[in-house]
């Protein structure tokens, strides 16, 4: 991919020497007004003020500048002004999950009244188009930094979610790209650049902060909150399951803030825990910049966790262990009782000061106005044309098709002349957007965008019987169920799985009286239990929360004026799953507590699987002739110190895609690698669009990490052994010979806190 490369023009614009520069303080007189920014006399001459000289260089002077009081006033979300100086005050909590949006340094109105609102990311998630996600980034960026310009939004948003989805009845699921950690770590790469990377590499564009580190999926559920929960996590889990995504979006992905989460990991909270934040975070990956505390995380070290006694050791364990910023209060209450009392160092507080001031002063905040490339950003950038035809892509690629019995699907509009509209969201439009969201433009309900096809449109919300009148009167029904956020949202998780209240009973009233097909089309953030919609319905669609244009995208999938491309990116489970495991319970593999967790480790029976979307069209896969090997699927042996050596499985998989049905459609092709105890874990993935009888060549190649092991302690080894490799329905092995070796160590959690 091309994010490596990026990756090094970002690290060659930003690298900087260890350079000594101390500069005595020297305050304004009396008679001399406070500068208002470097281009006043007389912090103008002052290193901080100088464009020329490392950024760091740059933060070092300006914080060796400020007294103790104006250090601490420094530390929460909301840092105060330092007059003298030319330091504005400065809110950093914005948030842009998937558009600009509402928190307490954005502000709509005026010449602002909106910004474009994207699908929720479980749908992006569904997309598996790295491209898309790039360009949506680049959107939100674009319209942040205009925001920002106004004075209506910061430059610092906390965004995305790359939690993995562990478990459906989580109440976040929908603000990630899904289960899988490959996913999740392409999306956060993707997300990070798009966010980042402007025209000048010299400044970034906005912050991205990649949350909630480390281990966080639990709301409240069995009278355990977010902010009491200890997750016990193994490190072969830690490795495999949860670190992943951070470790790409820091290493590949460049992200300059991480945000730790309220829970603790093994015993010591995330916002505490020097393990994560130091010895991994920024001793194995690096990480040069950031750390804030999701808001009210120091508070809990002590207050939920009871893992500190004072305020002054609570604000002593956030610093040290590198949570540099405190979203909250708390530090700047009791950071100078940490510091009397000898909890907490100077050079801790300076440490701290020097990473948030560089992030400032590498976002441009203190050059001059003609020096910033993002400055011309403004109201005509929001909401453009092209944005809004990017958000109507991103919710068409998002859709869904589960099931399509007897080809009812796409509707006929030159047949289909009345259409009922069926549901508790036949109307929906806030519901579209999910959960973070900011003021969209507009907002196109499902009932609107049918309207567009069929002459005559009934909608009623049903979960009644007086739906099935309307539904025997029409020639095609479509119902719209699913959750909102009052079943699924932050700090507050599921206990159960299937369609809430009737819904299941509605669907199979309606269908029994519909005359024509009956097509439902489901709106939720996470799994959902559809097998009685998939018994009664002909077609079932999910669509997660697609934003402002979701009731236009769900009717072009309908009317076939949009082929479906999406697949799932999380395991519909069973309603039972929900009575097999506890929340608790962090373990992904099976055991006699748990059915396992994942397409990787489930061993039950999905409703529908993760990666499974059907389209209107049909693909072939087969191996590509260019590969005689592949093409007679000979297994392969490989000695592992070569696969070693190279970083990558050099028997790479070359396979010919064909559109082999009547329509133009698209695919995502997914690649999957199963050795050892791991049923199937995807590697790599393309997506292709192809013109009807149209084929087109991919090729993929795992690296070594990829088929690796992971071990109790959470090395990464390559044993030997098969490895299958998966893509479609073809499949080729590896044999594996030689030692066992270790081809990455996990730094040890013993002893360390």
């Known amino acids: 991919m091309s994010s490596s490369s990026q990756l090094v023009l970002v690290a060659a614009a930003f690298v900087v020497g260890c350079l000594a520069f101390v500069v005595s303080a020297a305050p304004a007189t009396a008679d001399t007004p406070d500068p208002k920014s470097c281009q006043d006399a007389p912090i103008k001459d002052y290193p901080f003020c100088d464009t020329a000289l490392p950024w760091e260089v740059r933060a070092k002077d300006l914080v060796a500048r400020m007294t103790a009081e104006e250090k601490i006033s420094q530390f929460g979300n909301t840092a105060s002004s330092i007059n003298r100086l030319g330091v504005p005050a400065y809110q950093w909590w914005s948030e842009g999950l998937h558009g600009v949006a509402n928190s307490p340094a954005v502000h709509f109105g005026g010449d602002l009244p909106a910004a474009t609102s994207f699908p929720q990311i479980a749908g992006i998630g569904a997309t598996f188009d790295m491209e898309l996600v790039r360009a949506m980034a680049t959107v939100i960026s674009t319209e942040g930094r205009a925001f920002n310009n106004k004075g209506a939004a910061g430059l610092d948003f906390w965004t995305p979610n790359i939690n993995i989805v562990r478990d459906p009845r989580w109440g976040r699921a929908q603000e990630t790209p899904g289960e899988d950690p490959f996913l999740t770590s392409q999306y956060a790469i993707n997300f990070a650049h798009g966010m980042q990377l402007g025209a000048d590499l010299r400044t970034w564009k906005v912050v991205a902060t990649p949350k909630h580190f480390a281990a966080y999926d639990l709301e409240n559920w069995g009278g355990v909150d977010r902010h009491h929960f200890d997750a016990r996590v193994s490190d072969r889990d830690l490795v495999e399951t949860y670190l992943p995504a951070f470790e790409a979006a820091v290493r590949q992905g460049a992200a300059q803030s991480v945000m730790c989460s309220y829970n603790a990991v093994n015993g010591v909270p995330s916002c505490a825990n020097s393990f994560l934040l130091q010895d991994v975070l920024r001793g194995k990956w690096g990480f040069s910049g950031y750390v804030v505390s999701d808001c009210g995380a120091i508070r809990d070290i002590r207050e939920t966790h009871n893992f500190t006694s004072t305020p002054a050791a609570t604000v002593a364990a956030g610093i040290r262990a590198g949570c540099d910023l405190d979203c909250g209060g708390y530090y700047a209450q009791h950071m100078q009782a940490a510091l009397d009392g000898g909890a907490l160092g100077a ?84 519901t579209l957007q999910g959960n973070y969201f900011g003021v969209a433009p507009y907002l196109v309900s499902p009932l609107a965008g049918l309207a567009a096809y069929a002459a005559e449109v009934e909608g009623v919300q049903g979960c009644e019987v007086a739906g099935n009148s309307t539904a025997a009167a029409a020639d095609a029904t479509v119902l719209l169920v699913g959750l909102d956020q009052s079943q699924e949202s932050e700090g507050h998780d599921r206990t159960a799985l299937g369609l809430p209240g009737v819904q299941d009973a509605l669907i199979a009233a309606v269908a029994a009286a519909s005359r024509g097909p009956v097509a439902v089309v489901v709106l939720s953030g996470a799994s959902v239990d559809l097998r009685g919609a998939a018994a009664a319905a002909d077609a079932v669609l999910w669509a997660g929360y697609p934003g402002q244009s979701g009731g236009q995208a769900v009717a072009d999938v309908l009317f076939g004026a949009v082929n479906p491309s999406g697949r799932l990116p999380f395991t519909m489970y069973p309603a039972d799953f929900a009575q097999q495991v506890s929340m608790f319970n962090m373990d992904m593999r099976p055991s006699g507590s748990s059915p396992g967790r994942t397409y990787k480790f489930y061993t039950g029976t999905p409703v529908f699987p993760f990666g499974h979307g059907l389209s209107y069209t049909t693909f072939s896969y087969t191996w590509s002739t260019a590969d005689p090997a592949a093409a007679a699927q000979a297994p392969t042996s490989l000695r592992i110190a070569d696969v070693a050596a190279a970083g990558r499985v050099a028997a790479a998989l070359r396979v010919t895609v064909k559109n082999t049905g009547a329509r133009d459609g698209s695919a995502s092709v997914l690649a999957f690698a199963s050795f050892g105890d791991v049923r199937r874990t995807l590697f790599d993935f393309d997506r292709v669009t192809l013109k009807a009888g149209e084929s087109r060549e991919l090729f993929f190649e795992p690296d070594a990490r990829a088929i690796a092991t992971v071990t109790a302690d959470g090395h990464r080894v390559l044993t030997p052994g098969t490895v299958t490799l998966r893509v479609g329905d073809i499949a080729r092995t590896v044999q594996l010979t030689g030692e066992p070796l270790v081809i990455e160590r996990h730094p040890s959690s013993r002893g360390t806190q």
């Open 347 to 430: 050079a801790d507080v300076d440490r701290a000061l020097v990473r948030l001031f560089g992030l400032r002063v590498q976002l441009g905040m203190f050059d001059p106005p003609a020096a910033q490339p993002y400055r011309a950003l403004g109201p005509h950038d929001v909401n453009t044309p092209a944005h809004q035809a990017l958000a109507l892509r991103a919710a068409r690629e998002s859709v869904v098709l589960l099931q399509n019995r007897g080809g009812a699907l796409p509707l006929d509009a030159a047949r289909v002349k009345r259409v009922a509209v069926i549901g508790p969201h036949f109307n929906a439009t806030h």
